[in-house]
């Protein structure tokens, strides 16, 4: 395919076909086969075009090659995107902006020989293509070309629907209604919806549902305007019927308009939403949403057995409904399947690991210049040094790159499980760049664990640290309280004597008060005031971590660090997790608790220092 102007736009329907240069004698033939023929897609008419441009350039005749060119660029044209402004759209966008074919390509020349050829092909499928892109490419609002178009568009109905094509079926049959509206042609808005109820009227006889949806679609665009109350209701009722279908088992039949074999829970959801949207009662309609629920508990039992992670997202979707709605006794009832589903899902689930190796000469090397030659100064060498912190700025570089190599990680919806409970789900763009930073800062703190667990031994050999000494560090830094330095040395014994589960629960709720500690000293708030009726509480570690000034003077790297140490619940959330009693024993060991003692030093690097203005 070349870029559209004067050049040749090429498409072939079979990837790496090529097509054998046409006879000077059979191109016409071609042409007028093309042009009688009505069982071949619009792309396939656009190839045939193509090869018959080729034709014609060979024989020298230049303005007929120029023509089928534009010819086959209209059949080339899309119906779903919003690239072009109005219903057309190209059928491929490049990276760079690049659209094939162009709206530029269309110029007035172009879109003068697709009016001639509307007004004069017997073809409706033709008729009814060059007609419409004129209407909608032109600007001009030729009402003549909407009507061709609208007229044609009936004719290819009955055509696609004897072919069996029914999404081209129910989609000319939808831009016909939404043209006749458009030009406020009312004789034409009752023939066309007219042509839509005889349809729904014969899928429903027939039991071949599916292709209602497109043409209820239609319908719903224009509203309650055209249909009568009576018509109102029998297209409701096809459609309850059309529901009804789909929940029930139905074997599959050969040559049907569409699908028909059922159960089929999406399709069933799909016309109760179709429903929603012809009818005005905020009552039935809640009656409708609840039933769109029920079919996604459905769906969910349907599967439990053979795919319980894909009954998770049923019964969430399920909750959510119910949830919506009010439905507390069947928000109960979902979450008690949707409990055995997430402990079902666990063995669909293996762990992935990756070995790193790091000598010991590497981290000396990258640790030069911290270690001191007393235990204090090097304790405050390590909390100072930015060697443990994650960098956000790197982090984010590294996933931007992630992302363009493979999109396809970044886009797929999420769902996390604790305990075999479901703890969250991610589906939004921005929710998944959120979670996956947060996952590689989680990854970076994970493997740099090794280091941190070389500098604790380090500091065991070299300096002799042990718990007095190591408290003696924040002893002299003079913002600890008495009971946090009580508790901190309790803390480090029970980590010197490796009972880590111990050490944990000392240790972990010691960050959040020392730094509650720092901001008091600093004149911070740290006491959320209380609001009629309550009591003011104390400011939890979110609040603290948030605090304005803090945030400031800590930097965005040691900040996210915190918080994703402790308290963000798709980091490694130890305040949290340990508060609630959701970490394993295995998770209790000497690097976790390590990665606690670092955190802790790290806030002796702040200093309180008088000023007239703050205390900072």
């Not at 069982?39 to 008419?45: A, D, K, L, T």
């Not at 230049?62 to 059949?75: I, L, N, P, V, Y």
Request: net charge neutral; hydrophobic share 35%.
């Amino acid at each position: 395919m070349t870029r559209h102007g004067e050049s040749t736009i090429r498409y072939y329907a079979k990837s790496g076909e090529i097509s054998e240069p046409m006879s000077h004698s059979s191109f016409e033939e071609s042409f007028n086969q093309i042009e009688t023929d009505t069982s071949r897609s619009y792309y396939e008419r656009s190839r045939v075009l193509n090869e018959l441009a080729d034709a014609y350039d060979k024989t020298g005749q230049g303005d007929k090659a120029r023509q089928a060119r534009t010819e086959s660029a209209a059949f080339m044209l899309v119906t779903r995107g919003r690239d072009f402004p109005g219903y057309f759209q190209p059928f491929l966008v490049m990276t760079d902006g690049t659209a094939y074919p162009s709206k530029a390509f269309f110029d007035a020349s172009r879109l003068d020989h697709l009016a001639a050829r509307a007004r004069t092909s017997t073809n409706p499928i033709h008729a009814s293509r060059f007609a419409d892109v004129v209407w909608d490419l032109s600007g001009k609002g030729d009402v003549e070309m909407a009507r061709i178009a609208v007229d044609n568009y009936l004719k290819c109905a009955r055509i696609f629907r004897d072919v069996r094509n029914g999404i081209e079926f129910g989609e000319v049959l939808q831009r016909s209604l939404s043209l006749s509206w458009t030009i406020r042609d009312s004789v034409r808005v009752q023939n066309v919806k007219g042509t839509i109820l005889r349809y729904l009227g014969e899928l429903d006889a027939t039991q071949e549902y599916r292709f209602c949806l497109e043409l209820v679609g239609g319908l719903a665009e224009i509203g309650h305007a055209i249909l009568t109350a009576e018509e109102l209701q029998t297209t409701l009722g096809i459609l309850e019927r059309g529901a009804r279908y789909y929940r029930e088992k139905h074997p599959a039949r050969t040559g049907t308009f569409g699908p028909v074999e059922a159960p089929s829970e999406h399709f069933a959801r799909e016309f109760h939403r179709a429903r929603i949207r012809l009818i005005s009662d905020p009552k039935n309609a809640r009656i409708e949403r609840a039933e769109i629920a029920h079919s996604h508990e459905r769906e969910g039992d349907s599967r439990l057995a053979d795919n319980p992670l894909a009954a998770v997202v049923s019964y969430r979707d399920a909750e959510n409904q119910f949830r919506d709605l009010g439905l507390r006794d069947d928000i109960q009832r979902v979450r008690v399947k949707l409990a055995k589903a997430s402990r079902l899902s666990e063995d669909q689930m293996h762990e992935v690991s990756v070995k790193l190796s790091v000598t010991p000469e590497q981290i000396e090397q990258y640790l030069s210049g911290i270690f001191c030659d007393t235990l204090q100064r090097t304790l405050r060498h390590i909390a100072a040094a930015p060697h443990f912190i994650p960098d956000l700025g790197r982090a984010e570089k590294q996933l931007a790159k992630l992302r363009k190599d493979y999109p396809l990680t970044y886009i797929i919806p999420q769902i996390h499980f604790r305990d075999a409970y479901l703890i969250g789900s991610f589906s939004s763009e921005g929710e998944l760049a959120g979670l996956a930073l947060t996952q590689e800062l989680v990854r970076w703190i994970q493997a740099s664990s090794i280091i941190l667990g070389f500098t604790f031994e380090k500091l065991k050999r070299d300096h002799h640290l042990g718990p007095s000494s190591f408290v003696e560090h924040f002893r002299e830094w003079g913002l600890c309280e008495s009971r946090n330095l009580a508790l901190l040395q309790k803390g480090v014994e029970h980590y010197f004597h490796k009972d880590y589960v111990s050490a944990l629960h000392i240790l972990v709720i010691q960050f959040e008060d020392m730094l509650r500690g720092i901001l008091r000293r600093a004149n911070r708030p740290v006491l959320i005031p209380p609001i009629a009726g309550t009591h003011g509480r104390v400011a939890v570690l979110g609040s603290l971590l948030a605090d304005e000034q803090f945030s400031r003077i800590a930097g965005s790297n040691l900040r996210r660090y915190y918080e994703v140490i402790f308290s963000d619940p798709n980091g490694i959330n130890l305040r949290n997790n340990i508060a609630h009693g959701l970490v394993e024993v295995e998770e209790m060991n000497r690097q976790t608790v390590e990665l606690v003692l670092y955190s802790l030093l790290t806030l002796t690097r702040f200093r309180i220092e008088e000023s007239s203005e703050r205390h900072e």
